[in-house]
């Protein structure tokens, strides 16, 4: 599939920000015996797999496209820590705002180690003066941010030392996914074989574990030339092989969800994202306009959640409350801050629309940018 500037991968970006948020909301508002046939959809659709195989797809076409590894670190830092930055910000002052009195003992010392695991890549770490929040985090759902940062980095490497660009390369990948797989099975199924939650976290919250997952996308993103006739078009039979996979694990007493869903099933849904982004690729297109809320929905909708257990909301109107706030907060983060940033990414594999009267510093970069569009006007996306 040599033309990638039709799809749908913003579209499934949101589907997976959406799930976890709902997700988050139901279990902590106890709404998913409300939520009926619609939970259970919801539920065997697990945003952070779904998300982890579309990094692994675009970023490393991203990679792949970019003439210098420095364009390839300054353009995976410009998606992630902007809109980051700036939820920390205005989450922590909100936060010591209006749920002070939930916070616990802070210490100069600890806050400072805090606020360094959070602006750097340790997003994982929410020490004890948080706990007592409704969500015993700040901020829980950024544990994935220390996880896809890990995987930027690991990329470049994996390239170099499994040379994937070379014709072996599929076989590399496979050998090295089988590895991490083992892992995965390993924390997944044998939480008895870490003593102490440290030993367990050290594990969980590392690339090992998951890298399998983000080959997958890797693996569809350099065979998607040889495997168009697989997925494009597909996305209604690739939802009932996924309904029978589900079934048959489901009656195995495999897990069917979460993320920690059961291989066989995580396989299947690989394939499901892919289907789902070239079956009528322009949908997306025509229904967001190119404006990415996922990332905004996904960052901020756990300190909101904070705010509505704090604020005892009534049960039936948490979950509508909880999307409306969180896509107030990430249309304000794509325009005002992720937009404006993603601008200034070097031979990114699309274009980031200018504003309509551009300012000085859009101009004097206008040239370079064409420049890295005429480069990429064959293929299209990620973040």
Same mark, same amino acid.
């Given at each position: 599939?040599?033309?990638? *500037?039709?799809?749908?991968? =913003?579209?499934?970006?949101?589907?997976?920000?959406?799930?976890?948020?709902?997700?988050?909301? @139901?279990?902590?508002?106890?709404?998913?015996?409300?939520?009926?046939? &619609?939970? #259970?959809?919801? #539920?065997?659709?697990?945003?952070?797999?779904?998300?982890?195989?579309?990094?692994?797809?675009?970023?490393?076409?991203?990679?792949?496209?970019?003439? *210098?590894? +420095?364009?390839?670190?300054?353009?995976? !830092?410009?998606?992630?820590?902007?809109?980051?930055?700036? !939820?920390?910000?205005?989450?922590?002052?909100?936060?010591?705002?209006?749920?002070?009195?939930?916070?616990?003992?802070?210490?100069?010392?600890?806050?400072?180690?805090?606020?360094?695991?959070?602006?750097?890549?340790?997003?994982?770490?929410?020490? %004890?003066?948080?706990? +007592?929040?409704?969500?015993?985090?700040?901020?829980?759902?950024?544990?994935?941010?220390?996880?896809?940062?890990?995987?930027?980095?690991?990329?470049? &490497?994996?390239?170099?030392?499994?040379?994937?660009?070379?014709?072996?390369?599929?076989? %590399?990948?496979?050998? !090295?996914?089988? @590895?991490?797989?083992?892992?995965?099975?390993?924390?997944?199924? *044998?939480?008895?074989?870490?003593?102490?939650?440290?030993?367990?976290?050290?594990?969980?919250?590392?690339?090992?574990?998951?890298?399998?997952?983000?080959?997958?996308?890797? &693996?569809?993103?350099?065979?998607?030339?040889?495997?168009?006739? &697989?997925?494009?078009?597909?996305?209604?039979?690739?939802?009932?092989?996924?309904?029978?996979?589900?079934?048959?694990?489901?009656?195995?007493?495999? *897990?069917?969800? +979460?993320?920690?869903?059961?291989?066989? #099933?995580?396989?299947?849904?690989?394939?499901?994202?892919?289907?789902?982004?070239?079956?009528l690729p322009s949908l997306g297109e025509r229904l967001l306009r190119r404006n990415d809320l996922s990332y905004g929905i996904y960052i901020y909708h756990a300190p909101l959640l904070n705010l509505l257990l704090a604020a005892a909301v009534w049960r039936a109107l948490a979950l509508p409350v909880l999307l409306l706030l969180a896509g107030v907060a990430a249309a304000g983060s794509w325009w005002l801050?992720?937009?404006?940033?993603?601008?200034?990414?070097?031979?990114?594999?699309? =274009?980031?629309?200018?504003?309509?009267?551009?300012?000085?510093?859009?101009?004097?970069? @206008?040239?370079?940018?064409?420049? +890295?569009?005429?480069?990429?006007?064959?293929?299209?996306?990620?973040?």
């Amino acid at each position: 599939m040599n033309d990638w *500037r039709d799809n749908n991968f =913003d579209l499934i970006r949101l589907g997976a920000a959406l799930q976890v948020a709902i997700g988050h909301t @139901a279990s902590h508002f106890r709404l998913w015996d409300a939520l009926g046939p &619609l939970g #259970s959809v919801v #539920s065997v659709f697990p945003g952070v797999p779904i998300f982890f195989v579309v990094s692994g797809l675009l970023v490393s076409r991203s990679f792949e496209q970019s003439h *210098r590894l +420095g364009d390839y670190l300054r353009n995976r !830092c410009l998606r992630i820590y902007p809109a980051l930055w700036v !939820c920390l910000v205005v989450t922590a002052i909100g936060t010591a705002w209006l749920l002070s009195g939930e916070l616990g003992e802070i210490t100069p010392g600890r806050w400072l180690a805090w606020w360094g695991a959070q602006m750097s890549v340790a997003q994982f770490w929410q020490p %004890a003066f948080l706990q +007592g929040l409704g969500t015993h985090a700040l901020n829980g759902s950024l544990w994935t941010i220390t996880i896809e940062l890990q995987y930027y980095i690991a990329l470049p &490497l994996l390239y170099s030392v499994l040379r994937l660009r070379t014709a072996r390369g599929n076989v %590399a990948l496979i050998v !090295c996914g089988l @590895a991490s797989l083992a892992v995965y099975l390993l924390v997944t199924t *044998r939480r008895d074989w870490f003593p102490t939650w440290n030993s367990f976290a050290l594990v969980t919250f590392a690339l090992v574990p998951y890298l399998w997952i983000f080959i997958l996308g890797m &693996l569809i993103q350099r065979n998607l030339s040889r495997l168009r006739g &697989l997925f494009a078009g597909k996305l209604l039979l690739w939802l009932a092989a996924y309904g029978v996979v589900t079934w048959l694990a489901h009656a195995a007493g495999w *897990r069917i969800g +979460g993320n920690a869903m059961n291989p066989a #099933s995580l396989l299947v849904l690989a394939g499901v994202v892919a289907s789902a982004a070239f079956t009528l690729p322009s949908l997306g297109e025509r229904l967001l306009r190119r404006n990415d809320l996922s990332y905004g929905i996904y960052i901020y909708h756990a300190p909101l959640l904070n705010l509505l257990l704090a604020a005892a909301v009534w049960r039936a109107l948490a979950l509508p409350v909880l999307l409306l706030l969180a896509g107030v907060a990430a249309a304000g983060s794509w325009w005002l801050v992720e937009k404006p940033f993603l601008r200034r990414k070097r031979h990114a594999l699309r =274009d980031v629309p200018a504003p309509a009267h551009p300012l000085p510093s859009d101009v004097h970069n @206008a040239r370079g940018h064409q420049e +890295g569009v005429r480069h990429a006007k064959d293929i299209a996306l990620p973040r």
